[in-house]
């Protein structure tokens, strides 16, 4: 079976968003009933405007920073940092200068959708088969290093 590859990014992006949005192209990736992904690229001064999803999803910053929002929180994010957005919660993100580009994973709230059982335990499958349920992690984020010490090889 030949490898299928998706393209995204640069040429294969198209203006997206909810109604109010501004200065953002995005590409599916994949969709189906256990999840989407997508990437999105902001431009400076972009802004996905506050919208609401039945999904879990999460927005994984791959390149440069901006804000993202929860209900009324707001906090900045930059490239390698996610946001959880929980389903059925406004949430939005934006950019204040500096381009950013995400990948958006939102994901399937029933297991069955997963092809598990009600459970998710997968009792209804052979054990070398069943996908092991992993609870949520525990910790917080790393103290952000000061301007002036970026890792070696890390952009600022």
């Known amino acids: 079976m030949p490898i299928e590859v998706r393209r995204f990014g640069v040429g294969h992006r198209r203006p997206d968003g909810p109604p109010g949005t501004v200065g953002i192209a995005a590409q599916v990736i994949e969709s189906r009933a256990s999840g989407v ?26 390149e440069g920073g901006g804000w ?64 092991r349920l992993v609870g949520r992690g525990e910790g917080s984020l790393a103290p952000r290093p000061s301007r002036g010490a970026a890792a070696e090889g890390e952009p600022e």
């Open 37 to 62: 992904v997508s990437e999105l690229a902001f431009s400076r001064e972009a802004h996905l405007a506050p919208h609401s999803n039945p999904r879990t999803t999460l927005f994984i910053v791959i």
């Open 68 to 131: 993202v929002g929860v209900g009324d929180e707001r906090t900045r994010v930059s490239a390698g940092e996610a946001a959880v957005w929980p389903p059925d919660v406004l949430h939005a993100a934006w950019t204040d200068g500096v381009p950013m580009r995400a990948i958006v994973v939102e994901l399937a709230e029933d297991p069955r959708l997963l092809g598990w059982d009600r459970d998710g335990t997968g009792a209804d499958k052979p054990a070398a088969r069943a996908p």
